[in-house]
């Protein structure tokens, strides 16, 4: 079993940046697609960024490209979300999610592919 792990969100002002953290335990996860989504309040979870389990692939959400980027770093079994240029509409919590079928060597957009899943963290930006 793999539990994940999220860390670095918290409060910013527009234009501001934060790294997010997603540190895996149990199991390597060197073998998964990870992903990060969110979810702000009455709104459906949402693809911001995922990779590949070789690090070749990547995609990101429309809204985040040229801002946003995930890279992982299996040596620690963590995966990264560096965020700049933040916007209020970026505000939400932010969950961490690993694929480890065979569906990795691609990096899903589809939160269905996804069986791990941290607890979240809260990224508020303010205007």
């Known amino acids: 079993h793999v539990q994940l792990v999220e860390s670095g969100g918290g409060l910013v002002q527009t234009g501001g940046s934060l790294r997010l953290s997603c540190a895996a335990s149990?199991?390597?996860?060197?073998?998964?697609?990870m992903g990060w989504f969110r979810q702000a309040t009455g709104k459906e979870r949402e693809l911001v960024a995922a990779i590949s389990w070789s690090g070749v692939t990547t995609n990101y959400a429309d809204s985040v490209k040229g801002r946003f980027t995930i890279s992982r770093d299996d040596a620690k079994n963590t995966v990264y979300l560096q965020m700049n240029s933040l916007k209020p509409e970026d505000t939400a919590v932010y969950y961490c999610?690993?694929?480890?079928?065979?569906?990795?060597?691609?990096?899903?957009?589809?939160?269905?592919?996804?069986?791990?899943w941290g607890q979240g963290t809260q990224v508020t930006v303010s205007s």
């Open positions: 999610a690993g694929d480890p079928s065979p569906s990795s060597i691609y990096a899903s957009t589809w939160s269905g592919e996804y069986d791990y």
């Open positions: 149990g199991r390597t996860i060197s073998r998964f697609a």
